[in-house]
């Protein structure tokens, strides 16, 4: 069974750089996609961005020009930075893959990150 | 303001059937891309119900089933039971913004 598990500071404050790390057991990250997905305290499901396995990335381009996704074949680990951040940010982060139908099919447990001096 | 749109909130009693709407445009849904649902259970993270507009990943009950049409999806729930209560969304791929965009998300509450 594929398993995801996010990990990251929890606090960032203003103005750095949140970094989270999604590590994948129980299977391959080769040959599929992986997104980052957040949702705000209360709110819904945003898309960050995605990549395959072999680094070719697309982002939202609402976030573009803060986002960088990559990818570690050798460790199963799938990465996330997002510089500049502001109160805006403070959200749940979920890593997931996508499989059937080229639907999310497996999502991580979700790591809170709050931005706050 | 979500790409897709969903009713904010739907509720029904045990047993009965619900449906929850999603309707996007011609450069998602209508441009005939798949429509994806999640579940979403108090606390929980998203979990895949309905992918392909109608097919159910293992193990999840034939209670639950999507239908598509034109610009617009469906997500219909039979037999409401009370763990059925939490937040449902609508996904599909956008050709405008490239990426895969979500519904508002709507919340059932099981009366």
């Known amino acids: 069974q594929v398993q995801l598990q996010e990990s990251g500071p929890g606090l960032v404050k203003p103005s750095e750089t949140l970094s989270l790390t999604c590590t994948v057991s129980g299977g391959s990250i080769s040959n599929h996609y992986w997104n980052w997905i957040r949702q705000p305290p209360g709110k819904g499901l945003e898309y960050i961005g995605d990549i395959y396995y072999s680094g070719s990335t697309n982002y939202n381009p609402s976030l573009k020009s803060r986002v960088t996704i990559s990818v570690d074949t050798s460790k199963n680990q799938v990465s996330l930075k997002l510089t500049s951040v502001t109160a805006a940010d403070t959200a749940v982060y979920y890593c997931?893959?996508?499989?059937?139908?080229?639907?999310?099919?497996?999502w991580g447990q979700g790591s809170l990150v709050t931005v706050s001096s | 303001q979500s790409v897709l749109t969903q009713p904010p909130s739907v509720s029904g009693a045990p047993g009965q059937r619900v449906t929850i709407s999603c309707t996007g445009s011609?450069?998602?849904?209508?441009?005939?891309?798949?429509v994806h649902w999640y579940q979403q259970l108090p606390g929980t993270a998203p979990k895949l119900l309905i992918y392909?507009?109608?097919n159910r990943p293992s193990g999840v009950p034939d209670r639950f089933s999507g239908s598509k049409s034109g610009t617009s999806a469906s997500l219909a729930i039979t037999g409401l039971q009370a763990e059925d209560e939490g937040d449902y969304y609508c996904?599909?791929?956008?050709?405008?913004?490239?990426?895969?965009?979500f519904g508002g998300g709507t919340k059932l509450t099981v009366l």
């Open positions: 011609n450069s998602n849904i209508g441009a005939g891309y798949d």
């Open positions: 996904q599909s791929y956008d050709s405008r913004l490239s990426g895969p965009v």
């Open positions: 392909g507009s109608f």
């Open positions: 997931a893959r996508v499989g059937l139908g080229s639907s999310l099919d497996y």
